[in-house]
């Protein structure tokens, strides 16, 4: 597994920003596509956005689309998630993962940041 390092959380008013990164440490993994999951107090975690890394696809989930934007820096391995006219609904603990080339899927994930948007 990889280690994921996040940061950028805080609290913001709605309407606000706020940009969340994660960096993963180690140099040579081959990854795939790094995405970012979050999850409200009672409820399942879900899907936010993602991006491949060596074609820079983005993908989003239909809440967030048009708000957030997800986006690499592919030289220090991290990836950041910028969001805008935030929602007290986008309150919750937002996490990063990474699936590498070989497994393609997510096997190591951030410690979590945790946003918080007041109405």
């Known amino acids: 597994q990889v280690q994921l390092v996040e940061s950028g959380g805080g609290l913001v008013q709605a309407g606000g920003s706020l940009r969340l990164s994660c960096t993963a440490s180690?140099?040579?993994?081959?990854?795939?596509?790094i995405g970012w999951f979050r999850q409200a107090p009672g409820k399942e975690r879900e899907f936010v956005a993602s991006v491949n890394w060596s074609g820079g696809s983005a993908y989003y989930a239909d809440s967030v689309k048009d708000r957030f934007t997800i986006s690499r820096d592919s030289a220090n391995r991290t990836v950041y998630l910028q969001m805008n006219s935030l929602k007290p609904e986008d309150t919750a603990v937002y996490y990063c993962?990474?699936?590498?080339?070989?497994?393609?899927?997510?096997?190591?994930w951030g410690q979590g940041t945790q946003v918080t948007v007041s109405s």
């Open positions: 993962a990474l699936a590498t080339n070989t497994r393609r899927r997510y096997d190591s």
């Open positions: 180690e140099r040579t993994v081959s990854i795939w596509t």
